[in-house]
């Protein structure tokens, strides 16, 4: 009887253990059942070069979603990314083009143009008291219609140090491994450094964090140039893949890069969420998008998919806010 009970409780034990597992990795789990039903539905998604596909399409959104983790973490969000991203890969052409600038100044110029929305964004959410999701809708739109006046609605060719960004050098695609960089960076930031740690305390509690003698202002606008400047970088990855800077280019974006932050486990109401996770999330739906073209699913119906992926996390969201207030 004792050898019985025992028994049951090491199985609820290992049970628990599973489902504390499953909730706290829920897209990780979600990617690997998908790769495993894909790999058996078509042998074409395991190949190399398929993988490699995978990867190079979740580039973008990655390292525009690290950045978004930034503003959700913070208790924000930061509707502007892909707008920034096209604004900062224009002006990078066009400094280049145009201005006859060396190829690594025109980068530096680009990104500081990202850091730059950012803080305007930030300053808006910070001292304006702009709620965060009218603060980067208000510099979304100018971002927008300044690379439109920039290009005078043209797209722009690119060329060298730009072009890199989109390359393969010794079989490795550059755009992963300025994904892999970018994630690095993030995680240092977010786990490793005094930021990182007022970005979890201004998201949790922004009272509290100001009772506690963090410069909350200071936080939240650090918060969204963060954000800006891996938008300008997703923007480069963007340009080079493309040898040109488009002015509709990431169009969108925004909400798959919220999207991924929100599946990796990030919660919108703030103080939650990790680089890991953002990356497993823009991963599963790069999968996502991989798989269904493989399967010959049409773009439209692809589009409702993934909008029913994002319901799911925001609701997976929304419960487990519940669940924590009980």
């Known amino acids: 009887m004792t050898f019985s009970t025992s028994q049951t409780r090491t199985g609820n034990s290992v049970g628990a253990n599973i489902r504390t597992f499953i909730a706290r990795n829920g897209a990780l789990v979600g990617l690997v059942l998908l790769c495993l039903v894909l790999a058996f539905a078509t042998p074409a998604f395991l190949t190399g070069a398929n993988l490699l596909n995978v990867g190079i399409q979740a580039s973008t959104i990655a390292i525009l979603a690290f950045g978004e983790t930034f503003a959700i973490v913070a208790a924000g969000i930061d509707l502007s990314v892909g707008a920034v991203a096209a604004f900062s890969s224009m002006v990078v052409a066009y400094t280049g083009a145009s201005l006859g600038m060396p190829a690594w100044l025109t980068v530096i110029v680009g990104v500081l143009a990202g850091a730059f929305f950012g803080a305007l964004s930030g300053i808006a959410n910070a001292f304006l008291k702009l709620p965060s999701f009218i603060a980067t809708l208000a510099t979304m739109s100018i971002a927008r219609g300044l690379t439109l006046v920039i290009s ?12 890199f960004f989109g390359s393969t050098v010794l079989g490795i695609p550059v755009p992963i491994v300025t994904m892999i960089i970018m994630g690095v960076i993030a995680a240092v930031i977010l786990n490793f450094t005094s930021i990182g740690r007022s970005i979890y305390a201004v998201g949790g509690n922004m009272e509290a964090s100001r009772l506690s003698g963090i410069h909350v202002h200071k936080t939240q606008i650090i918060v969204f140039v963060l954000s800006g400047i891996f938008a300008a970088v ?93």
Do not use: C
């Not at 005078?152 to 072009?163: H, K, Q």
């Not at 080079?240 to 969108?252: E, F, M, N, T, Y």
């Not at 939650?272 to 790069?286: D, E, N």
């Open 152 to 163: 005078d609605g043209r797209p722009i060719s690119t060329s060298g140090l730009v072009n």
């Open 234 to 326: 997703a923007g480069l990855v963007i340009a080079g893949r493309l040898h040109s800077v488009q002015p509709q280019a990431a169009s969108g974006y925004e909400m798959d890069a919220i999207a991924s932050t929100v599946i990796g486990g990030a919660s919108l109401s703030g103080g939650k969420g990790k680089i890991s996770g953002t990356f497993v999330g823009a991963i599963l739906l790069a999968v996502i998008r991989n798989g269904l073209n493989i399967l010959n699913v049409s773009s439209f119906w692809q589009q409702v998919v993934i909008g029913l992926v994002i319901a799911i996390a925001v609701s997976i969201d929304t419960l487990r806010r519940k669940q924590d207030t009980h």
